[in-house]
């Protein structure tokens, strides 16, 4: 069995829907493995293109099943939207699976995000007000409600109960705001449940039958490294783990059989919210590479904040999940610079290092070093021989290959399928 980690080893919004769309071709199973719906992945193909939130980059593949697995918390609003989109383009959903440990977004958790958010003002965390940390937050509480939950309707109703009870004190003495109805949100899960109980299923019995047949397993990430909560800027990070330890948790597979951790970088940083990042262009150049990169985020429309490639975090992401190999995506993003910067070290209250620090007030205050390399000035997007790129853009990859730890394995020069250029074979 080869089983594929795929984790984003950046901020995020590093082109993970593709590569696990292509990778899929290949794959009996995709397992979503963390996040929420405020993860978007773009995946285009030749049946156009699609923003997945919740749904695993693996469905457009008739033979590949596909898993929303326990690490997943889920809007069934969402989720059903979605799944509704799909059907209604042609793409064959009878092969989704939903853990029934995955924990439910709930209506208390979408307001409260908000309300929090508000109340911290200026210090706001940047979340996207989709009730993905509070539902998190409620299921390290034992306050979750979970998908197998509503398939027992009676037990659905009591657990629904006694937590909204609780909920509603906050909401009305803390946020001062009308407490929400008992009876709206059961009969409103309940129409859920009716839709989404044939997908329902324990799952982790089908990676083990995976397993035994030695098939290829995708398990993909959402986010990236550098907002992990524990090794990311925290508490500018998000809430569950998009490391490739946590791939395994948020599955229900053993370490042991993971066989090869893909790290996805783009050839530069970008980074939605707030949060320190070292390398963030307030300049035309990040402007440029916005422009040129349509730097948006999938789920939320933010223009995302964009910067140099950053060697530093680049080498920590390595250190604490033990990449085996490298996507490398937006190459052709910065075909149009003359010039190119990385930064290899930081300089923090006059001392330079390099190493990524865990206090997110120093790495604020990081200042970059940069090491200038030459740009290649001509569009790549038509090239899919390595050898055939030009030589400045291979120096730019080899640089990026000494400072990550790990060898680039694929390198995409465009959003679709196609446009990559595949220099080993991960399966």
Known sequence: ??????????????????????????????????????????????????????????????????????GVVINPTVLLGEMDELKKRGVDISRLYISDRAHLIMPYH???????????????????????????????????????????KAGFKSRLETVLTGKNQILTKVYGVKPLSLKTIFDQ??????????YICETTSMLEKAAVNREIVLLEGAQGVLLDPDFGTYPFTTSSSPMAAGACLGAGISPMRVKHVLAVFKAYCTRVGSGPMPTELKDK?????????????????????????????????????????????????????????????????????????????????????????EGWMTDISDIRQYARLPAAARRYIRRLEELCGSPAKLVSVGPKRDETIIRSSLV
């Not at 919740?54 to 033979?63: C, K, L, R, T, W």
């Not at 908000?114 to 007000?129: F, I």
């Not at 899960?189 to 044939?198: I, V």
């Open 285 to 373: 150049t990040g402007d440029a590479i916005r422009q040129c990169g349509h730097e948006y985020g999938t789920t939320t429309g933010r223009p995302r904040r964009c910067g140099w490639f950053d060697g530093v975090a680049a080498a920590f992401s390595n250190r604490i999940n033990g990449y085996n190999g490298i996507a490398l995506t937006r190459l052709d993003v910065l075909d149009q610079f003359p010039e190119l910067k990385i930064c290899t070290a930081y300089k923090l209250d006059g001392k330079t290092i390099h190493e990524f620090p865990s206090s997110v007030a120093e790495v604020g205050r990081c200042q970059p070093i940069y090491e200038e390399m």
């Open 189 to 198: 899960y309940c129409e859920f449940a009716n839709r989404l109980s044939p």
């Open 110 to 152: 979408i307001l409260l995000d908000g309300l929090e958010e508000d109340a911290l003002g200026s210090k706001a965390l940047g979340t996207t007000r989709k009730g993905v940390g509070p539902a998190f937050t409620d299921k390290a509480a034992r306050l979750g409600i979970r998908m197998g939950d509503l398939l027992d």
């Open 1 to 70: 069995m080869s089983v594929i980690a795929v984790v984003g080893a950046q901020w995020g919004d590093e082109g993970k829907g593709k590569i696990i769309d292509m990778l899929a071709e290949q794959a009996s199973l995709v397992v979503r493995y963390s996040g929420g719906d405020n993860a978007g992945h773009t995946v285009i193909n030749n049946q156009g293109e699609f923003k997945l939130h919740i749904v695993p980059s693996g469905v457009f593949y008739a033979h590949t099943t596909c898993i929303i697995g326990n």
